[in-house]
Structure formats: C-alpha cells, structure tokens
C-alpha cells in the first residue's frame, strides 16, 4: 500500500498522469499546479477544454486554502469524505491555468483510503476526472479503460468499484454548486443525489438556487 502511494505520489511530481480507483468510478489524477500535466489530461480525454476538472485533496482542513468558504464547517464535514464535489469560490492559491475560465472550483475528497493518502503525499491539490475518453461511460475495473494505458505513467488497481452490473455506479459523484450563500444548485445529479440535498435542506436550510 505504502509503495503504491509512493510510486503514485513520484509519477503525479514528475509530471505524469496516474489512474487512480475512487469512492465513485476510477480516475485519471494529475498535480493541480503543474499546467503541462493539466494540459495531458485534456488531451488524453478528448476533452473540451472548456469543460472544468474537479481538484482532489486529503481533508477538509486543506480546502479553505484553495477556496472562499461561505458555509459552514459542519456542512463540509457532513459531506466530505464522500461521494460529492462541492463547487466554491477559488483562491488566489490554485494554478490560473486551472479552468481559467471561470472564477469556481469544484472540489472532491474521496471516500477512498488510497486516494485520500495520494492526496496527502502529494504538496498541493491533484485535479481529478474520470478514466475515459469524453463522452464514453465511466469505468468501474482498470480493463475498462486499457486503451488509455499507453498514455499513463501509472495504473492503481484498486479492484472492481461498487455494483457493475447497476447502472447507478455509474454515474459518478453528485456536483453540487455552493457558491452563492444560503444557495445550492445541483449541476450533475451523480449517484447521491437524495442524500446531498437532504442534508442541505433539512439540516442547513439552503434553498435550490432555482426558487
């Protein structure tokens, strides 16, 4: 385990792209603040480059370094570690080349042992997406995703994640906008959804931006 990390760790600070298993799907993980590295993650996806990467850390303490916070504490804990990326406010600290494009970052803290020590081996936030070429399904097993090995420095097995027969497992982390205060807008309903807005409404009285 603690090789695995280190080899991970060594392979994202020399600049290389790491697959990586999550709380969710598997992942492609490179270092946030390295632009080249973020540049070879849009490339190897096909993505659009006008389509944002999440960033990836540790613990929570770690994310009011990278974001304004405007809610409380509580409710970042009540949430992460899990299967939700939280959209905030970004900080002067994260890499301009990084979603230039817009003044938000969403952020994830996987529920993920290995992911979880990744990101804490590693000295600044990783940017996260998911192991497949844009617009394909989400990979559940490392053989789902083999035609991007090639252009890997490293591939973490971790294993089958969740259900793969249920399509659900599928679809990912719930992407829930918090920029706004007292407001939460669901950008990408992901696979928890019921819980993420129960937990808004219920418990901190945050409105749908909608109404």
């Known amino acids: ?10 392979a994202l600070q020399a600049g290389g792209l790491v697959a990586v ?5 598997y992942g492609v993980a490179c270092l946030a603040q390295d632009s080249a590295a973020v540049r070879s993650i849009y490339s190897l996806k ?3 480059g006008a389509k944002p ?18 809610v409380p504490d509580e409710l970042l804990r009540d949430l992460l570690p899990g299967p939700v990326t939280l959209v905030l406010e970004r900080s002067e600290e994260l890499n301009k080349d990084l979603n230039p494009f ?3 970052v969403g952020v994830r803290i996987p529920d993920h042992p290995f992911m979880r020590d990744l990101a804490r081996a ?3 936030p990783l940017a996260l997406t998911s192991a497949n070429i844009s617009s394909q399904g989400s990979t559940l097993t490392v053989l ?3 035609d991007l090995w090639p252009q890997l420095s490293l591939v973490i097995d971790g294993g089958p994640i969740g259900d793969m027969q249920s ?16 407001k939460f807008s669901i950008i990408r309903p992901g696979c928890a959804l019921m819980p993420t807005v129960e937990i808004l409404k219920k418990k901190y009285g945050l409105v749908p931006e909608s109404s």
């Not at 385990?1 to 060594?10: P, T």
């Not at 298993?21 to 799907?25: E, I, L, R």
């Not at 990912?172 to 007292?182: A, F, N, P």
């Open 102 to 104: 817009t003044s938000l």
């Open 144 to 146: 789902e995703f083999q």
């Open 167 to 182: 399509p659900e497992c599928r679809l990912g982390s719930t992407v829930v906008d918090l920029s706004v205060s007292g």
């Open 46 to 48: 096909g993505r659009n």
């Open 21 to 25: 298993p999550t709380d969710t799907v």
């Open 122 to 124: 590693c000295p600044g």
């Open 1 to 10: 385990w603690r090789e695995a990390v280190a080899a991970a760790a060594a």
């Open 53 to 70: 990467l999440a960033i990836c850390l540790g613990d929570v303490e770690r994310l009011y370094r990278y974001c304004h916070v405007n």
